[in-house]
């Protein structure tokens, strides 16, 4: 301590003190420990709040497995129904940015010209400083009922009624896809652009195909890459609320929603906490998973 | 041979493909922008006309749809978002430039540890964060009793700020750790040797060191903030700002000014890319013109002596806006010969629908009297084939408006 004093000077060792215990403690862990601890207690009406009846309780996690005590059903199908949904199709939509995402990050690393490839780098980027918000719209145009699709397939004669992008989800996959495209081709072409082109070279001269020269050589070279793009697409799909609001359909439900609506509409906070939570423990899980499965550092995932 | 040149194609498709995911809907929205119909859309094309951009149109069955330049929600959503951006630039910039400052001087175990800590709000879902924010300053407004905690406590734009920055200082502390990997360290230690204070050092030698990073992280910091929604929905309480204005009209039902404000956006992102692309492309030549200079000073050979090119190159892309320029005088031409656009157009198209609208109150009232007299005589009450079927035609209730019945 003394030698940190000693080494930044007084004034600004203060700012750095200051400046780092604001973040770490009272802006990441105080609060999400202030939430772990709301979701185990009860939802009272804040003049309660300290008094007798404020007692650990786990009353919303029991909610979320088998439902309020007045519903006949012996679990709490559509809660659970919900989550697993959720982390279902935000599984579906990681493997499809990354199969869809791959080539395109190989092209640009690999066979492009610098200038094509830093091209196509501004126009990545380009569309995602558009809010996402905004995109989603622009895919709901798209996909609606008598939007540009229907109408131009109802157009020329292919189909005789329109087809319900919505309801058949269609448009909520399209939407998560499209909404973090760039994170999960970033860390791709990141790693693949490190891999040294001779390798490929000498691959291909001692008479391995395509497909296999990238099984054996690109993929296990870009591993932190694959980890990282499909640790950050997993994450903020399953966490997504923006896209779910304007594609999803009205019986599909996103488990973000689920929290909005405990917390906003029904005033349930604790129980919005503990459903956050969940989300949370799923999030931790899969990074955990990821950094198992690849193995690498958490530091390989963020960059 | 061959088959890497079939290879080279299907990627070439692939490519176009890919732009045309990520370009196409954009694209459309902006051409939506332009259509005068109250439901964004290409195919039903009604007439031309900025009125998304300016006052909106008040429907002929009363429905007011707000235009850009009218619609005093977004410009208050707006500002409060300018507001909080500014506020999260100027924590999240400190912030991140002392921890990875800090991350320089510590070592081994504790290093690991901070660094995980520090990178963790990257991975919490946004929602969580603007929870938490939430959950915690409420419990500190009701413990600090009425006044000053209390208030800020209970304000959407300082729990935004706050929310925003838990995550934001994570973007900015990963920028400024990339430019720190760099740094010489033994500047600093010549500085100390000749006699400054570390303040002096810090001031004189580490600030105008990280100048780029700061300047980065301050315009990647105030873009993510502003188009933050996952935190701020939460976080921003009983306020409102651009995207939960945005959202709320994207709920409430969809208007073209939604594709209007999105083509804003679009374009001030466009100019600003260009014009950091040229900046950039001017800042390499100069640099390479230096270093040739340089080269050329050093040797004194009379081979690498650049002569100063005078003449003005005219850049290719002055040509693809030329080709655009026309080709948009040619479009407009053609929307102004086939009555498309102007005010006439519109109210013709206005016109042609309220009438739709009438006649078809009127049939619906028909309908209903000659129900009623049947139901008395105790007939056939499905009127529908005393019309010859008129009503059995769907296209009669799609033209209806607004309503877009088949989403649901």
């Known amino acids: 301590m003394n030698s940190f004093f000693n080494k930044n000077g007084p004034l600004i060792s203060t700012y750095f003190i200051i400046a780092i215990v604001f973040w770490l403690i009272f802006l990441i862990i105080i609060p999400q420990l202030y939430m772990l601890d709301l979701s185990f207690r009860p939802n009272l009406p804040p003049l309660l709040r300290g008094g007798p009846d404020d007692v650990h309780t786990l009353v919303h996690y029991k909610h979320f497995i088998f439902g309020s005590e007045t519903s006949a059903d012996a679990y709490n199908y559509v809660d659970i129904g919900v989550f697993l949904n959720t982390i279902f199709t935000a599984i579906m939509v990681t493997i499809i940015n990354l199969c869809f995402c791959y080539p395109i990050a190989f092209y640009m690393a690999k066979v492009a010209k610098p200038n094509s490839a830093r091209l196509l780098i501004v126009a990545l980027i380009i569309p995602f400083w558009i809010n996402e918000l905004l995109r989603s719209f622009a895919l709901r145009i798209l996909f609606a009922g008598e939007g540009v699709i229907n109408n131009i397939l109802i157009g020329t004669g292919l189909i005789d009624a329109g087809i319900n992008f919505i309801a058949l989800d269609i448009a909520l996959y399209t939407g998560l896809t499209y909404a973090y495209i760039l994170l999960m081709i970033f860390p791709l072409y990141n790693a693949i652009e490190s891999l040294d082109t001779n390798q490929l070279e000498a691959a291909k001269d001692l008479g391995s195909s395509t497909i296999r020269t990238h099984w054996r050589i690109v993929i296990p070279h870009a591993k932190a890459g694959i980890a990282s793009g499909c640790t950050m697409v997993f994450m903020l799909t399953a966490g997504a609320l923006a896209t779910p609001v304007v594609l999803s359909s009205p019986n599909t439900y996103w488990f973000t929603q689920l929290i909005y609506q405990w917390f906003n509409m029904n005033d349930n906070w604790s129980r919005g906490s503990a459903y956050s939570i969940l989300l949370l423990s799923v999030s931790v899980i899969f990074v955990l998973l990821m950094m198992r499965l690849f193995k690498v550092k958490i530091g390989e995932i963020v960059r | ?408």
């Open chain 2, 1 to 408: 041979m061959r088959s890497q040149h079939f290879l080279n194609i299907l990627l070439g498709i692939y490519i176009f493909i890919f732009l045309m995911y990520l370009f196409g809907p954009l694209l459309i929205m902006s051409v939506t922008a332009f259509n005068s119909a109250e439901f964004p859309s290409i195919t039903p094309w009604e007439c031309f006309s900025w009125r998304w951009f300016q006052e909106g149109k008040i429907a002929y069955d009363g429905q007011h749809l707000a235009g850009l330049s009218t619609d005093w929600r977004l410009h208050d959503g707006l500002i409060k978002s300018l507001m909080i951006g500014l506020g999260v630039v100027v924590l999240s910039v400190p912030i991140g430039m002392a921890a990875s400052i800090v991350l320089t001087q510590v070592h081994s175990r504790l290093r690991t540890i901070f660094y995980s800590v520090s990178i963790m709000p990257v991975l919490f879902p946004g929602v969580i964060i603007g929870i938490s924010t939430v959950v915690l300053w409420d419990r500190i407004a009701t413990i600090g009793g009425e006044g000053f905690i209390a208030d800020i406590g209970r304000n959407g734009i300082f729990l935004t700020i706050l929310g925003q920055t838990c995550f934001i200082s994570t973007y900015c502390f990963l920028i400024f750790v990339a430019r720190l990997q760099r740094f010489d360290q033994t500047q600093e230690e010549a500085a100390l040797d000749l006699g400054a204070t570390q303040t002096q050092v810090f001031f004189k030698i580490l600030i105008p060191y990280l100048m780029p990073a700061i300047a980065s992280a301050a315009v990647i910091a105030f873009l993510a903030s502003f188009e933050n929604y996952n935190t701020t929905v939460f976080s921003i309480l009983s306020d409102q700002t651009l995207t939960t204005v945005i959202a709320s009209k994207v709920r409430l039902g969809i208007s073209p000014a939604i594709s209007a404000l999105a083509l804003v956006i679009i374009a001030l992102t466009l100019v600003a890319a260009v014009v950091y692309e040229v900046l950039r492309r001017r800042e390499d030549r100069r640099k390479k013109e230096r270093q040739d200079q340089l080269i050329y000073e050093q040797t004194k050979d009379s081979r690498l002596k650049k002569e100063p090119t005078s003449s003005f190159k005219v850049p290719r892309f002055i040509f693809v806006v030329i080709l655009f320029f026309i080709l948009g005088i040619f479009g407009f031409n053609q929307l102004v010969k086939n009555d498309l656009y102007g005010p006439e157009c519109v109210a013709a198209a206005e016109s042609a629908k309220k009438s739709n609208f009438a006649e078809q109150l009127k049939l619906l009232q028909q309908n209903a009297d000659t129900v009623d007299e049947k139901s008395l005589e105790g007939g056939n009450l499905g009127g529908n084939q005393d019309y010859g079927d008129i009503f059995g035609d769907e296209n009669l209730f799609k033209d209806f408006g607004g309503f877009d019945t088949k989403e649901d």
